[in-house]
């Protein structure tokens, strides 16, 4: 998505905004900034350098599905959906209806900032003969301790994260997606989840999560000079020329994370902000500042102990801890109800962008497994890990430089 040029995702508003024919309001409607008719106007390109759905702001709504092919489909049936799917996500993110059969489910709303990304999953490459063009990045992640993986709703072939800020634009493209699937591939799982509607806050804010916290503060800038280094995969170098179709792609990990919400919500204040090591009305470190001050990990309290415990989940997980090891996270929250046991079903779809899960999602994650404060508060229930190509050029689709 062109948007990333502008600020990045999470909490700010705009990206770039390229206004569509639809953006004309209605006679009566309000037509100033932050309208409905702009939230409905805002468009993201399809075309690019990059996909779209990584770099652009948080949307309201989102879906995440991963499909199988059908058995016998291969790669010329692959191929062809990739294009009729590029063909949907081209036109229903400019506003259009979809290329057949449009559902009418999105009349009279515009585009809402809707994205479409795909990816390709480890047993894509099997079922297509591709074997030889798997990155070595995606080999399967390691197990990690405190996983309680369903692999009914984990990896995948194919996948599909569908954004928008309105949650009837976002069910259309759903609904499109699934209707190209056609005789090719199947839904294997589908998550839904949703973040604050643009325009609830006084001002532009980063998120907050189903625990009650600022999430997202630390996230990599696009302004950063190593932003696209850490997050996309680079264009020329020592990599091998049959991985080459991946550059400008990114590799997204994606994990379902349950919220122990009931147990959450019994610990003190103080004792939710020790678990993180920031507080939670404003996202700012407790050794001081507001919520961009850096973390001060070294300063000690009047008990000779660190003021950010050594347990705090944001001291694990800093890249300083990490050897440098950064992602770009990008998530929805989830609900889902409540489970058999009488607890909230709901979480974090923690989605994450790096141009490496072995310099990003893996060493952190490695490292909270091994004791981070917020495990016993969470639970990992799903995951998935999927190459995400390079955005198409004019008059491609989406992994054509892998299936033509
Ligand atoms: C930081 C929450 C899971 C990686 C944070 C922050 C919060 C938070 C509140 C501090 C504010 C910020 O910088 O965004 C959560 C919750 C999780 C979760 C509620 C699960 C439900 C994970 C996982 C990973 C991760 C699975 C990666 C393996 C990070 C990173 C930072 C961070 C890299 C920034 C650290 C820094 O650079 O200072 N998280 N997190 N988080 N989290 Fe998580």
Redesign the pocket.
Known sequence: GAAGATGLALGATGGALVQSALSDSPAGSPGSAGSLASLGATRVAFHGEHQAGITDPLQAKGHVLAFDLAPGAGRKEAAALLRRWSDTARRLMAGETAPTADSGIALDAGPSSLTLTFGFGHSFFDRTGLTARRPAALDPLPDFSSDRLDPQRSNGDLWVQIGADDALVAFHALRAVQKDAGEAARVRWQMNGFNRSPGATASPMTAR?L?G???????PRPKDPDFDKRIFVPGAGPGPAEHSWMAGGSYAVV?R?R?LLDDWDKQSLAQQEQV?G?TKAT?APLTGGDEKTA?ALDKLGPDGKPVIPSNA??RI???AQNGGA??L?RPFSYHDGIGPDGTPDA??L?I?WQADPLRG?VP??RK?DRGDA?SEF?RHESSGLYAVPPGPGDGEYVGQRLLE
Do not use: E, K, W, Y
């Not at 916290?213 to 996230?219: E, Y």
């Open positions: 999560n625990m916290q600022v999430d997202g503060t630390a996230n994990r994370i919220m993180i920031r996202g973390l989940h944001a997980s800093a890249p950064a992602m996270r979480g974090l923690f994450c999602f952190v994650q909270l917020l969470i």
